[in-house]
């Protein structure tokens, strides 16, 4: 099997950027391609435009895959949630409590989506 690519790069993902992350999807709402999304490994990072297919509890995940996606998606598959220790801080936007740094995941998605406005506008040389 083939590695697969890190996710798409953000100034403002929290996931390991060398690594690629599973983003859930839920009935009817598929992510969509471009928007920072929270990951299985709850960090945040780009949804990427070709989707990771998964099926079974067999699922085989290609190389280059982040560990703790892939272990909360087992985690899944038998009913139960992993623990995430990482320290509360609050939010330097909207002081709402966070585990992403920084920012929430609300101000984090604004802030992404106002930087690829920004790259979108002065292609990419910002």
């Given at each position: 099997m083939d590695p697969i690519a890190p996710n798409p790069h953000s100034p403002h993902a929290t996931a390991d950027p060398n690594t690629r992350h599973m983003i859930p999807s839920f009935i009817f709402a598929a992510p969509v391609p471009g928007v920072l999304a929270l990951t299985g490994c709850n960090r945040l990072a780009v949804v990427p435009s070709e989707p990771l297919q998964t099926a079974g509890e067999e699922a085989a995940f290609p190389p280059g895959m982040c560990d703790d996606c892939i272990a909360a998606w087992h985690a899944v598959q038998r009913g139960e949630e992993?623990?995430?220790?990482?320290?509360?801080?609050?939010?330097?936007?909207?002081?709402?409590?966070?585990r992403h740094g920084k920012l929430c995941a609300l101000c984090a998605q604004d802030a992404h989506d106002e930087w690829r406005g920004v790259q979108g506008a002065t292609g990419g040389a910002s």
């Amino acid at each position: 099997m083939d590695p697969i690519a890190p996710n798409p790069h953000s100034p403002h993902a929290t996931a390991d950027p060398n690594t690629r992350h599973m983003i859930p999807s839920f009935i009817f709402a598929a992510p969509v391609p471009g928007v920072l999304a929270l990951t299985g490994c709850n960090r945040l990072a780009v949804v990427p435009s070709e989707p990771l297919q998964t099926a079974g509890e067999e699922a085989a995940f290609p190389p280059g895959m982040c560990d703790d996606c892939i272990a909360a998606w087992h985690a899944v598959q038998r009913g139960e949630e992993l623990a995430d220790d990482r320290p509360l801080t609050d939010c330097t936007s909207c002081e709402s409590p966070t585990r992403h740094g920084k920012l929430c995941a609300l101000c984090a998605q604004d802030a992404h989506d106002e930087w690829r406005g920004v790259q979108g506008a002065t292609g990419g040389a910002s």
